[in-house]
């Protein structure tokens, strides 16, 4: 079982950046793909950003490649997503998950999820 606690988030000017961390417990996440999925008001939870075990393959929404980039460090058992260039529609709830299946874009892929951290961009 993993365990998986997302921090960072909070209120943010447009325009700016904030980093967000994933804290993984009860097991290694060394061997999971990990990967970060939001959720604004009133829509589905969609893709966001994914990062294979070994670091060399990450994927992006089209949404915030270019802004957002996704790390990982297995040492610590944490995943980070920074973010920049913030705007209104970045506005969700922001999600960590992990899955030790193939790397994936779907949130049905993915067996364990934090509770989520709340990042709100104002204009």
């Known amino acids: 079982q993993v365990q998986l606690v997302e921090s960072g988030g909070g209120l943010v000017q447009a325009g700016g950046s904030l980093r967000l961390s994933c804290a993984a417990s009860g097991r290694a996440i060394s061997s999971y793909v990990m990967g970060w999925f939001r959720q604004a008001p009133g829509k589905e939870r969609e893709f966001v950003a994914v990062?294979?075990?070994?670091?060399?393959?990450?994927r992006y929404a089209n949404s915030v490649k270019g802004r957002f980039t996704i790390s990982r460090d297995n040492a610590k058992n944490t995943v980070y997503l920074q973010m920049s260039s913030l705007n209104a529609e970045d506005t969700a709830v922001y999600y960590c998950a992990a899955t030790q299946r193939d790397w994936s874009v779907s949130a049905a892929n993915y067996d364990y999820w934090g509770q989520g951290t709340q990042v709100t961009v104002s204009a």
């Open positions: 990062i294979n075990w070994s670091e060399d393959n990450t």
